[in-house]
C-alpha cells in the first residue's frame, strides 16, 4: 500500500472516531502500536485496533446502557434541569456542587449528574433543554434508576434525537423522554411520603399518587419538595400537573414531578375510565388491571412473618360482565373501606394460583386499589361502556341485569345475578361467589365464604353474615369455599362443599 493510500486510510479510521484524542495523537499511538507488537501489524491494522480500543463503551442507546459498566459514550437530549446542590465532602474545607439533569433519547431516559466545574457551568446558562449531547460518563443503579455521573458532555449541533419536549395533554399521548408536561388528571389514589439517603449525604423524598384520565392513568413520583402534595390533596379530586418529565420504570411510563414543576388542584371535571383487562381471560404470571363488583369481603386477618414482624391481608371477591376473581389485599390495602356492592379498580394485580387451582389477583405493594364510588371526577362510572379491544367495562359489573327487578336490591346488584329476582331476596346474590343462592323452592342454597371456625359445625364469613355448615368435609382456616344444600333452622346442611 502507497504511504498516500495508508495516509488517507488512518485519516478515515481516525474521522469515524468520537474520541477526545488528537489527530496528531492518535498517528503516534498508531507508530507505538506496531511497535509494541514487533511487526506483527501494519500501520492500518494497528489502527483499527486502536480505533476499537478507543470506541470501547460506546453504546448505539440508552437502553443499551447497564449500571455494571466501565464507561459508556452515547448521545441524549437534554429533557430537564435541576437545581444546583452543595454538599460537604469528608476532608475537604470547599463544598461539592452536583446539578442533575435529565436526559433521553427514543428507547429510554436516564439521570446524568454533573459535578463542581460542570455543575457550576450549567447553572451559569450553558445548558439548555432541547439540546442535544455527546456524553461520557460512568453508570451506576441509583435511587430512581439509571445514573450516569458525567465526565464530559459536549453539544451536537448534527445529531437529532426524535424526543419533543412537553408534548402530550392526556395519558396516553405520553412518550418516553418527553419534558416540560402539562397533564391534567383525577386522583385516583396517593401513598405515604418515604425517605432516602443520597450519595453526597443529603436526604430525599419521594412519594407516589396515581392519576387517571378518559385515556388511562399513570404513576405520579414526586421528588423532594413535590413529596409533599400527597398530604395537601384527597383522592377524587381533580389536579394539573405542570412541567412533569416522562421516564421508563420496570417497563412502564411514569410522570415524574421535581423542584421545577407542580401539582396544583384544579375547580374542573374530569372522568377517568378504567381500562382494564377482562377477568375471564386473565393468566397466571400476568400483572394486569382489573375493575368490577365486590361481591364479598372477607374479615382481615393478621398473620406473623418469618422476620417476626406482623402482616394483614384481606380477600375481596371482583366481578365484572365476564366472570369473577378472588383479590387479595396485602398491609395497608387490607384496611380499605371496602365492601360488598362497591365498584373497584385494581392497579397492576399479579395474578396466581390460588385455592382449589383457581386464579387469584394478589395486590401488593406495587399496586394500587381505587374504590370509584365517588372518585370518578363527575364521569359516570357506569357509563364506561363496553370496550370494542375485550377489556371489561363498568357498564354491566354485577353480572346479567336483564330481570325487571335487576338493581331495586343492593345485594342482588353486588353479588351479580340480579335476573334471577323470581326467588326474592334469597335468590338475589348469584350462584358463585355471593353469599346465599337460591336453587330450588329457595330451600337449597349456596352460601361462599372464608373458614372462620373447623370442627362441628364449621363457620362460613362472606363479609357480611355467618353460616354455620354441618359438614364432614376437611377444611382449613382461612379457606374460600361454597357449601350446597338445605337450611335447617340456623344451619346449612351441606350435602356438597367446594
Known amino acids: 500500500m502507497s504511504n498516500a493510500r495508508l495516509m488517507g486510510a488512518i485519516e478515515d479510521i481516525y474521522a469515524d472516531l468520537e474520541t477526545d484524542v488528537s489527530e496528531e495523537e ?8 506496531v511497535e509494541q507488537m ?10 483499527m485496533l486502536l480505533a476499537h480500543e478507543l ?37 475537604e474545607d470547599e463544598d461539592g456542587r452536583v446539578v442533575n439533569v435529565e436526559a433521553a433519547d427514543e428507547t429510554d431516559s436516564v439521570r446524568l449528574a454533573f459535578w463542581d466545574e ?17 456524553i461520557k460518563g460512568r453508570p451506576k443503579d441509583g435511587y430512581n434508576g439509571l445514573e450516569v455521573s458525567v465526565d ?32 391534567t388528571g383525577l386522583v ?5 411520603i418515604r425517605t432516602f439517603d443520597r450519595d453526597d449525604g443529603t436526604e430525599g423524598k419521594v412519594a407516589n399518587l396515581l392519576l387517571g384520565d378518559e385515556t388511562g392513568r399513570i404513576r405520579v413520583t414526586l421528588w423532594d419538595g413535590q413529596a409533599d402534595t400527597v398530604e395537601e390533596i384527597d383522592p377524587g379530586v381533580a389536579v394539573e400537573v405542570v412541567d412533569g418529565y416522562v421516564r421508563e420504570r420496570e417497563g412502564d411510563l411514569e410522570l415524574h414531578v421535581g423542584d421545577r414543576g407542580a401539582v396544583e388542584e384544579i375547580d374542573e371535571d374530569v372522568e377517568f375510565v378504567p381500562e382494564a383487562a377482562a377477568i375471564d381471560g386473565v393468566e397466571i404470571d400476568q400483572t394486569v388491571d382489573l375493575a ?28 365484572d360482565d365476564t366472570g369473577d376473581i378472588r383479590v387479595a389485599l396485602w398491609g ?7 365492601a360488598p356492592g362497591d365498584e373497584v379498580f385494581v392497579a397492576d394485580a399479579e395474578i396466581q394460583d390460588g385455592w382449589q387451582d383457581d386464579l387469584e389477583a394478589s395486590a401488593g405493594w406495587q399496586s394500587t386499589v381505587v374504590v370509584l364510588d365517588g372518585a370518578t371526577g363527575g364521569g359516570p362510572a357506569a357509563d364506561a361502556g363496553e370496550r370494542d379491544d375485550g377489556n371489561a367495562g363498568l357498564s354491566a359489573f354485577a353480572g346479567d341485569s336483564g330481570g325487571d327487578d335487576a338493581g331495586t336490591d343492593d345485594a342482588a346488584a353486588a353479588a351479580g345475578d340480579a335476573g334471577a329476582s323470581d326467588g326474592g331476596a334469597e335468590a338475589a346474590t348469584g350462584t358463585s361467589g355471593g353469599a346465599v343462592a337460591a336453587q330450588s323452592a329457595a330451600e337449597t342454597v349456596e352460601f361462599t365464604g372464608t373458614v372462620v371456625q373447623t370442627g362441628d359445625p364449621v363457620i362460613l364469613d362472606d363479609g357480611e353474615e355467618t353460616m354455620q355448615v354441618e359438614t364432614d368435609a376437611t377444611l382449613t382456616l382461612g379457606q374460600e369455599v361454597t357449601a350446597r344444600g338445605e337450611v335447617r333452622g340456623d344451619r346449612l346442611d351441606a350435602e356438597d362443599v367446594f
Open 332 to 338: 395497608e390495602k387490607a384496611d380499605k373501606d371496602i
Open 26 to 33: 492518535f498517528r503516534e499511538a498508531v507508530e507505538e502500536k
Open 188 to 192: 385516583l389514589e396517593t401513598e405515604s
Open 55 to 91: 470506541n470501547e463503551g460506546e453504546v448505539e442507546t440508552i437502553a443499551d446502557i447497564e449500571p455494571g459498566m466501565d464507561e459508556v459514550k452515547f448521545l441524549a437530549k437534554v429533557a430537564s434541569v435541576g437545581d444546583l446542590r452543595t454538599f460537604e465532602r469528608d476532608g
Open 38 to 47: 514487533g511487526g506483527l501489524a501494519d500501520e492500518e491494522t494497528a489502527a
Open 292 to 319: 368490577g363488583v365486590v361481591r364479598s369481603a372477607d374479615p382481615k386477618r393478621t398473620f406473623d412473618r418469618d422476620d417476626g414482624s406482623e402482616g394483614q391481608v384481606r380477600n375481596v371477591r371482583l366481578q
Open 118 to 134: 460542570q455543575a457550576q457551568s450549567i447553572v451559569d446558562g450553558q445548558l439548555e433543554v432541547g439540546q442535544v449531547l455527546r
Open 152 to 183: 464530559k458532555a459536549e453539544p451536537d449541533a448534527d445529531a437529532e434525537i426524535d424526543v419533543q419536549p412537553g408534548e402530550g395533554s392526556t395519558v396516553d399521548a405520553l412518550r418516553m423522554g418527553q419534558s416540560d408536561v402539562d397533564l
